[in-house]
Each structure stands twice: as structure tokens, then as C-alpha cells.
């Protein structure tokens, strides 16, 4: 007989978890359920439910995310997210990206309790897309923590917090998994050519507007990137970009300290060596055989291009060791380094390729 109850109980847990499941109709009903197997099936149910939830993680890092709302003379510009990296010298730090502040002469923060807080911009710059603002170190909730983007492997589950379409959807949670890491995106600041790339995270999770400068999290509540960029095409679907906290952190804490984020300068316009129609018009022949790279249009007088002999209709194929296609490209490469160095640009004249050492200078 006991192994006969034992059987029951057995049969009994199986029908009932495939009950849960939804593999049994909707008119099954079963009665007299030993306990021991109610405890069993309760066990799972909470089992189940706890593996796929991110709950605790969510409220770890929800009160240190805010709405910024950027205004110029008393008319919104903008809004995005942003969240609490740091308290010191009685501020707390909000990161978020520079372009949902760019044009701002005040902003505001709005906290996941809905209060209203004066913020103080401390400085932004374009190319990396990161700004910083302060408020009072006693108006903030909490500090997000910071995690680690060279951690998170690709298929690992991500979320986001943020406020898509604005304030009326702040705290929107959105999950998803990294799909991808160290993406080369071509940004666009003229809205018609690609001036440069970021490399940044990709993921699936719904990143929409509003979302920007909100941050990327891993299952642990840490932050490991702030979301900066998508891909706004009809056919294009869940693909969202995120810059990894490390750069992040970088450029926020040479803004936090006053200064400005500074380029290294060449001192020529260029064009793509795909851009046949406006080189024409510049009246740059590019020889036989170049596919590629960036041609030089004009070179400021007395520049560091200028001292090392680069001349118009010059053609830039390599930046040190790296191979060059487009402007964006060039860009890149350039601002991987700084101020005061030297570096050596390959170019193409008349058919020939040289080398020009330059010292870098400073971006005004």
C-alpha cells in the first residue's frame, strides 16, 4: 500500500504540473490532492517564477533613474533619461547624453517619486554623447551601481529603465539580451552624412525616445552602458545601442572636474573618396585605383597639416597602422589619440603613396 501511495502522489504532481502548464483542458478537475504534493507543485510554481523575474533587480536600481527635461528660455527642448552615478562634495551626478541637453539653458530632473528638481549642468560633449548635471547631493534617492560591459557575454539578459515618449511613461522597464558587443555605428550630427563612429553595445531591448542617456543593466542591477542610439528604419526592428559605461565613465569624470574633452586637431576639410559628385565640384581628381579613404579639400594655413606638407587633393588611406574608408573612420581613429602627439597619415598623391608625420594640436 505505501508504494502504492507513492505512485499516487507521483501521478498526481505530474497531472497537476502539466495542468499549469497548460497541457491538460480547461474542464480537468482533480480533488484530494495529498499535501505533501501541494507542497511540491508550490515549490515549482515559485521556483519558475523567481528564475524569470527581475524584480529585485529592477528596485535596485529604479529610484536612481530620473527624467531630464532640458528647456530654453522657458520652452521644453527635450527630454530624456538619466541616472545618479555619484554623490560627492554634497552634489549627486546624473549621467545622460549630451544631446538631450545640447541647447539647454536649464534643466530639470523629475525623481521616481515624481518630485521636481532644479538641475545645475555641469558640461556635455558631441562626439562621445555625454553630459553631466548635478543637484543637491539630499535630493537624491539613490546611486545606481556600476558594473562592468567586458563582463556581460552575448545572449545574457539586459534591461533598461527609462521614459519613452516622455514623463508620461517614465519607469518604463524594458528586457531583452546583449545581441551584440563592440559595434561600429556610423553617427550622424548633420542629419545627412556620417561623421563619425561610436563603438557601442547592442541589444533587443525596446529603447524608443525619451530612452536616451538612460542606463543599461545587467541581471544584477549594474549599470554597464547608456543608451545613446537606434535604428529608426521601418524594416529594421530591436536594435538598440548602448555607449559601455566604461567610456562613460571617462568622459563624465573629465566633465565633473571643469574641463572640456579635448580633440586632437588636423586642420583640414575632407571629403569620402565616395562622394564623386562634390569632389568633382571641388575640382579633386581621385587616380585609378583608389576606392577608398578621404580626400583633402582644403588645408588651413599654418595647421599641423599644413607644417607637415599635406596638400589639397591628397588622398588618406591609412591613420598609423589603421586602414581608412570613409570620414567617420578618420575621425575615429584620429580621436583615439591626444593633443601633442605624433602620428603618421599614409596618403595617395598623383598615383604615389607618401607619409606625412604630424604633431597633433588642440580643438579650439
Known amino acids: 500500500m505505501e508504494k502504492k501511495n507513492n505512485n499516487v502522489v507521483v501521478l498526481v504532481v505530474a497531472v497537476l504540473l502539466s495542468f499549469v502548464s497548460g497541457t491538460i483542458g480547461s474542464y480537468l478537475v482533480i480533488t484530494n490532492v495529498p499535501s505533501v504534493s ?8 515559485k521556483l519558475d517564477y523567481t528564475e ?11 529610484d536612481a533613474v530620473v527624467v531630464v527635461v532640458s528647456y530654453n528660455n522657458g520652452q521644453k527642448i527635450s527630454t530624456g533619461t538619466g541616472f545618479i ?19 539647454s539653458d536649464e534643466v530639470k530632473i523629475i525623481r521616481s517619486d515624481n518630485e521636481i528638481i532644479n538641475a545645475s549642468i555641469v558640461g556635455g560633449e558631441t562626439y562621445s554623447d555625454i553630459a553631466v548635471i548635478n ?9 545606481i551601481d556600476i558594473g562592468d560591459s567586458s563582463d556581460i557575454r552575448l545572449g545574457d539578459t539586459v534591461f533598461t529603465i527609462g521614459s519613452p515618449l516622455g514623463e508620461a511613461y517614465s519607469g518604463t522597464v524594458t528586457k531583452g539580451i546583449l545581441s551584440g558587443k563592440d559595434r561600429m ?12 563612429y561610436m563603438k557601442v ?45 566604461e567610456d562613460a565613465i571617462f568622459y563624465a569624470s573629465t566633465l565633473e572636474e571643469g574641463k572640456t574633452i579635448d580633440r586632437p586637431y588636423v586642420g583640414i576639410s575632407m571629403l569620402d573618396v565616395a562622394d564623386s559628385y562634390y569632389l568633382w565640384q571641388a575640382g579633386i581628381n581621385i587616380p585609378n585605383g583608389v576606392n577608398s579613404g578621404v580626400a583633402i579639400i582644403e588645408v588651413e594655413s599654418g595647421s599641423p597639416a599644413d607644417k607637415s606638407g599635406l596638400q589639397k587633393g591628397d588622398i588618406i588611406i591609412k591613420l598609423g597602422e589603421e586602414g581608412i574608408d570613409s570620414l567617420a573612420e578618420f575621425r575615429y581613429e584620429l580621436y583615439k589619440h591626444s593633443p601633442g602627439e605624433q602620428i603618421e597619415i599614409t596618403y595617395n598623391r598623383n598615383g604615389k603613396e607618401q607619409i606625412a608625420k604630424i604633431t597633433l594640436g588642440k580643438n579650439s
Do not use: C, R, W
Open 38 to 45: 501541494k507542497q511540491i507543485i508550490e515549490n515549482v510554481s
Open 52 to 62: 524569470n523575474s527581475i524584480a529585485d533587480s529592477v528596485e535596485k536600481a529604479y
Open 85 to 103: 552615478y555619484k554623490k560627492d562634495n554634497s552634489k549627486a551626478y546624473i549621467m545622460t547624453n549630451n544631446h538631450v541637453i545640447d541647447g
Open 135 to 143: 543637484i543637491p547631493e539630499k535630493e537624491a534617492i539613490s546611486v
Open 185 to 196: 555605428v556610423e553617427v550622424s550630427f548633420s542629419g545627412t552624412t556620417s561623421d563619425y
Open 201 to 245: 553595445l547592442q541589444t533587443d531591448a525596446a529603447i524608443n525616445p525619451g530612452n536616451s542617456g538612460g542606463p543599461l543593466l545587467n541581471l544584477n542591477g549594474e549599470v554597464i552602458g547608456i543608451n545613446s542610439l537606434k535604428l529608426v528604419e521601418d524594416e529594421i526592428e530591436g536594435m538598440g545601442f548602448a555607449i559601455p559605461i
